[in-house]
């Protein structure tokens, strides 16, 4: 089965749509990472399209956050541990893991194609309905500009890429 008909479009307009993100908006501001609630909630979108491919990322491959405003959304959502964890388990089935990424670890996920994973992973599931903000993820990509910040595979084995860069 092709990744676009397990993840449909339609399944990330209906989060966005019936979800109650005001916590997460909330700590955005609170912490200063927004300047507007409208800004807070176009993160929290696009991280939205990120988070609802997570659980289908391949096991031998990492599948990755990068550094910016879209991983703050996640870090706002981490911070609501209680509403992040029954999220997680109402949208995927699983809890989806922020595993922080040294510059280390970052380069060892990167020499196993990080990056080109997750953006590839990305561009195929929404195409050309990618969010305006993982688009630009694209572009950086293109540029070697792109770095990851988390590891956030549910079925990768962190532990794995922990111990070989021991």
Known sequence: MDIV???PLKKWETVVNSSDFQPIIMTMMRERWVKSETRARILVEAFLQWFLVANHSRHDKPYVMFHGPVDRAFHAFVLNTEYYASFCNQHVGKFINHNPLDSKLAAEAE?????????DLLQTTYGDLLHPELKHWVHLAKQGKLKASSISCVRCDYVELVARTA
């Open 5 to 7: 008909d397990s993840i």
């Open 111 to 119: 020499k196993r194609g990080s990056i080109e994973y997750t953006i």
